[in-house]
């Protein structure tokens, strides 16, 4: 089956720097890649999501990269602010029926003010 | 926020006992895929639920089982409960076919 793992675990940036947070997968038949969201005690929020037809999204401070060949996809969060300091999953699945998400472990988000 | 509702958001049982969750799906989706949360750790896919049978289970006993309703609605049951299940549920709504799921809030389990 799939296997997501995400690096590095935590990650501690300064207000108003960029963040890069990456996944890499191992079944190269997925072809969906969701990022979410998580603050302590709450759900967890899809704030962005490729396809394997594209190489890049962007909405606003948030992009997302994907290398099919290296089997990888990023994060890339600019000009961060303390609101973005949260635990951030990436998850894989096939696109279609049976869509089941499989999530790394997380990596925990610091913005330092 | 999403339009994904579960309750209750908190329960605290004994080894042993059974406990039922419930999920009402967002408005417009028919599929409802329950996850469970270890603390510290990414969501693990239990099973996922479309016109009210099972379509697809991750690696969980048969302990772990669950419902959907003709209103989309799903519930989670899991018997004979033990310490590991002490966890936060997580179900998630979406429309068949289409990959986008949407979390509810949680039900936090703690096993005593």
């Known amino acids: 089956g799939e296997n997501v793992e995400q690096h590095p675990s935590t990650l501690s940036v300064q207000e108003g720097d960029s963040a890069v947070i990456k996944c890499t997968y191992s079944?190269?038949?997925?072809?969906?890649f969701p990022w979410y969201k998580q603050e302590l005690g709450k759900r967890p929020q899809l704030i962005i999501d490729i396809r394997s037809n594209v190489g890049e999204k962007k909405d606003q401070r948030i992009a997302v990269t994907l290398n099919k060949t290296a089997k990888h996809f990023s994060l890339h969060i600019t000009e961060t602010q303390p609101e973005d300091s949260a635990v951030y999953f990436c998850?894989?699945?096939?696109?279609?029926?049976?869509?089941?998400?499989?999530f790394g472990k997380g990596i925990t988000l610091s913005v330092r003010p | 926020e999403t339009g994904v509702t579960q309750s209750p958001t908190h329960l605290i049982k004994t080894r042993g006992q059974q406990v039922t969750l419930r999920c009402s799906s967002q408005?417009?989706?028919?599929?409802v895929s329950w996850y469970q949360q270890a603390l510290g750790q990414g969501p693990q896919f239990i099973f996922q639920?479309?016109?009210?049978?099972?379509?697809g289970r991750g690696n969980f006993p048969p302990r772990f089982s669950g419902l959907q309703f003709p209103n989309y609605s799903s519930e989670l049951n899991v018997n004979a409960l033990e310490l590991d299940d002490s966890a936060l549920y997580l179900c998630a709504s979406s429309t068949w076919g289409a990959e986008t799921q949407y979390f509810g809030p949680g039900t936090r389990l703690l096993v005593l």
């Open positions: 408005s417009g989706h028919n599929t």
């Open positions: 639920y479309y016109r009210e049978e099972e379509n």
């Open positions: 079944d190269s038949a997925s072809n969906y």
């Open positions: 998850a894989a699945s096939l696109s279609g029926a049976n869509s089941k998400l499989t």
